[in-house]
């Protein structure tokens, strides 16, 4: 009897060990430290801003935890930036790409070619092609770690940046580029961008809201392959039994907007920002501020303006005074200014509560 | 000892009533969705239910996505839990271990029965599905079909990844039979070793759905288990698939060793 006891604990002592090596397997692979290499931090941004045409292909998932406040017309916006996202990447440039969104059930793929991009969606069977536009609402392309990267970098002075240690990402050692946006009316904490030293690829990319621990948008290689991959797996050709669709013209979407929206002379500075221009955004829309601190601003019809009040005071957090209503979701602050007398306005931007409030002061019409 | 337990677990008539009752509910859907010419809407339903309605040589896939989460699991479960316990429940256990031939092996070839039984359930399962599928629905003469990717697939390449989706639900049931076989050697009950797979399967599909328990997610038996979907893809998206094989080889490996571990020195009393 005492043998076999003496049996059976040796067995379960062996099964023990077997599940005590498979569950510390894992941490001690993450635990794996990583090389840091003596680069000074302006030298990883202008490779980071370099990389636009390095090829690779790769599985990359952004995570989001903004709780956007907006209608029922930008739920694939909000999803964005609130769930996570999973894609495939081919990149042979900035022209020629293509981004699979995958889902547990299908995906919805975007090729890019020099003429514009193909949007194949396989559960309903539809392939639609848009035109090159300089305007556009965020995709789950924009949210790659290499194109954000290089995006929240693109206007980075070099006292804004600092090197930020060494980590792995994606199998591989990153070297951490740290962005403290230096314009006090930022909402935005800290960009922390990984960034592959041999190619600048950024591997992954966090979003820091002022004060937050936590990343609100984390966007991260899982496996990248830097090969050039073969132009034949990013090309496509719409299937025949798919509906081929155009896309919506948003020149002219914007164009009807513009003519809609209220007549104003916006001003040239609002919360310490001062105004600048994009490609593609109308006159009717003021742009403020600089890298990842900017504001938007532009007038908004009253039903607009009504249906985004309903939208915006149903968010718990939401501040409602006399100059309007404002919410923060993250690093991204959303206002609807309603001035006693003349038209309603839409702030938006990774700019503070308090900044926002501070422009909407500055609006034509509204309470000072 | 294989041949002995295979034969025992195919002459039942209750493994059969199990496989057609698993078969009566993607049938049903089929009639249905002839019937009534209604997809699911994009993201709801079914992986490939949807495009079953321009290619019925689909079906397949669409059955097999039918029974995965639910169905299959618990008849699985079911002859899992029974192996050891039911022998034990019906006090067949003494004779079966007076044979010479050990302990371990009867666990083996228990496990080797209850992997048949998944294989010939996903077969049918799939092979009635291609059946309905076809006579129901129009199937695409010319060239396979259409890849999630949107890419085309040729007839061999769609027949090639069937093939293989089939072999990987197979491997994916291995850790609930793993589950169902350890909980039969520790109770003389098959319906509680049957409950307790299904208890941890319940478990491991909720904590999937919470984002607060994404820090285990990967270690779920239920995490993988639509991977196959992704062989559907252009070009196949390994990533899943090889991590849901290997997930499913752990829990096996493990579960097989804890039930060794408690079955070679058990009082076998029944």
């Known amino acids: 009897m005492a043998a076999r006891g003496r049996g059976a604990l040796a067995r379960w002592a062996a099964v023990g060990l077997l599940v005590a090596a498979l569950v510390a397997l894992p941490s001690v692979v993450a635990a794996l430290p990583a090389d840091d290499a003596d680069v000074p931090a302006a030298g990883l941004r202008d490779a980071v801003l370099a990389s636009a045409d390095v090829g690779f292909s790769g599985y990359a998932v952004s995570a989001g935890g903004l709780a956007l406040p907006v209608s029922d017309r930008l739920t694939d916006v909000a999803d964005l930036f609130s769930d996570r996202t999973l894609m495939r990447v081919w990149w042979r440039g900035p022209e020629d790409s293509r981004v699979d969104v995958v889902t547990a059930a299908g995906e919805t793929g975007v090729h890019r070619d020099p003429g514009g991009t193909w949007t194949w969606d396989f559960e309903a069977a539809t392939a639609t092609r848009g035109a090159p536009a300089a305007l556009a609402l965020p995709t789950p392309p924009d949210l790659l770690p290499a194109a954000l990267g290089r995006r929240l970098l693109s206007e980075a002075t070099d006292d804004e940046l600092a090197r930020a240690g060494a980590r792995r990402v994606a199998g591989r050692d990153a070297l951490g580029l740290r962005l403290t946006p230096a314009d006090a009316a930022s909402s935005v904490g800290r960009v922390d961008v990984w960034v592959d030293p041999a190619s600048g690829l950024p591997l992954q990319v966090e979003v820091f809201a002022e004060a937050a621990d936590r990343p609100a948008l984390d966007t991260r290689f899982l496996d990248l392959d830097l090969a050039v991959p073969p132009a034949d797996v990013v090309a496509f050709t719409p299937p025949p039994d798919a509906t081929v669709l155009p896309a919506p013209d948003t020149e002219e979407l914007i164009a009807q907007a513009e003519e809609r929206a209220p007549d104003v002379r916006l001003p040239g500075e609002l919360a310490g920002l001062p105004r600048r221009t994009f490609e593609g955004v109308p006159d009717a829309v003021g742009m403020y501020g600089r890298g990842v601190t900017l504001l938007a601003a532009a007038p908004v019809p009253g039903r607009l303006a009504g249906g985004l009040r309903e939208a915006l005071t149903a968010s718990p957090d939401a501040v409602t005074d006399e100059l309007g209503t404002r919410v923060a979701a993250g690093p991204l602050g959303l206002m609807l200014v309603t001035p006693p007398d003349g038209p309603a306005y839409v702030l938006t931007g990774t700019v503070t509560l308090d900044a926002l409030a501070d422009a909407a002061r500055r609006l034509p019409g509204a309470v000072s | ?270």
């Open chain 2, 1 to 270: 000892m294989i041949g002995v337990e295979l034969r025992k677990l195919f002459g039942r008539p209750r493994t059969w009533v199990t496989i057609a009752v698993l078969n009566a509910l993607p049938v049903l859907v089929a009639v249905l969705l002839q019937l009534t010419d209604l997809a699911p809407r994009p993201g709801e339903g079914p992986p490939f239910l949807s495009a079953v309605l321009t290619n019925g040589a689909l079906f397949p896939l669409a059955a097999l996505a039918i029974v995965l989460p639910l169905f299959l699991p618990i008849a699985v479960a079911v002859v899992a839990g029974d192996a050891v316990a039911g022998e034990a429940q019906a006090g067949t256990l003494r004779y079966l271990l007076a044979r010479p031939a050990g302990r371990t092996r009867l666990l083996v070839a228990k496990l080797v029965a209850v992997i048949a039984f998944v294989l010939v359930t996903v077969l049918v399962v799939a092979g009635v599905g291609y059946v309905v599928g076809t006579t129901l629905f129009d199937a695409q003469p010319v060239g396979g079909g259409t890849s999630v990717s949107g890419t085309s697939l040729s007839q061999q390449e769609l027949a090639g990844r069937s093939l293989m989706a089939i072999g990987y639900v197979t491997v994916s049931m291995l850790g609930v039979a793993a589950f169902g076989l350890f909980f039969s050697t520790l109770t003389d009950s098959p319906l509680a070793a049957a409950l307790g797979a299904l208890a941890v399967l319940v478990t491991s599909s909720l904590l999937f759905t919470l984002d607060a328990a994404s820090p285990i997610a990967p270690y779920l038996p239920t995490r993988y288990w639509l991977a196959f979907v992704d062989l559907f893809r252009d070009p196949i998206l390994w990533r899943d698939v090889v991590r849901g094989l290997a997930l499913q080889g752990v829990y096996v490996g493990v579960l097989l060793a804890a039930a060794w571990a408690n079955f070679t020195t058990k009082d076998v009393t029944s």
